[in-house]
Nanobody
Framework: QVQLVESGGGLVQPGGSLRLSCAAS????????MDWYRQAPGKQRELVAS???????NYADSVKGRFTISRDNAKNTVYLQMNSLKPEDTAVYYC?????????WGQGTQVTVSS
């Protein structure tokens, strides 16, 4: 059984920071790429950042230089450090893993960037 549980969202002012966490259950964690997606109201869900089992990372252009994805395999947890937040970063953020043949998603955590 694969379960993903996000935490760490909230309300922050522009320019502020938040760190999201995704705790994963199951032995799949160490061998799979983990992703963070987000979905803003009225928009499609988009990939924000990915990290492979070996620690290689990839970012959407809109967050490069501001967001950092990392993982702790001992804790089965993936993180998203978000700095210099902008109002356009407001969205529900989801943790994701493709554990073939299925996609698994967390319940999402709301991030709101507003003054």
């Amino acid at each position: 059984q694969v379960q993903l549980v996000e935490s760490g969202g909230g309300l922050v002012q522009p320019g502020g920071s938040l760190r999201l966490s995704c705790a994963a259950s199951g032995s799949f964690f160490r061998v799979n790429t983990m992703d963070w997606y987000r979905q803003a109201p009225g928009k499609q869900r988009e990939l924000v950042a990915s990290i492979t089992s070996g620690g290689n990372t990839n970012y959407a252009d809109s967050v490069k230089g501001r967001f950092t994805i990392s993982r702790d395999n001992a804790k089965n947890t993936v993180y998203l450090q978000m700095n210099s937040l902008k109002p356009e970063d407001t969205a529900v953020y989801y943790c994701h893993v493709l554990y073939r043949p299925f996609n698994y998603w967390g319940q999402g955590t709301q991030v709101t960037v507003s003054s």
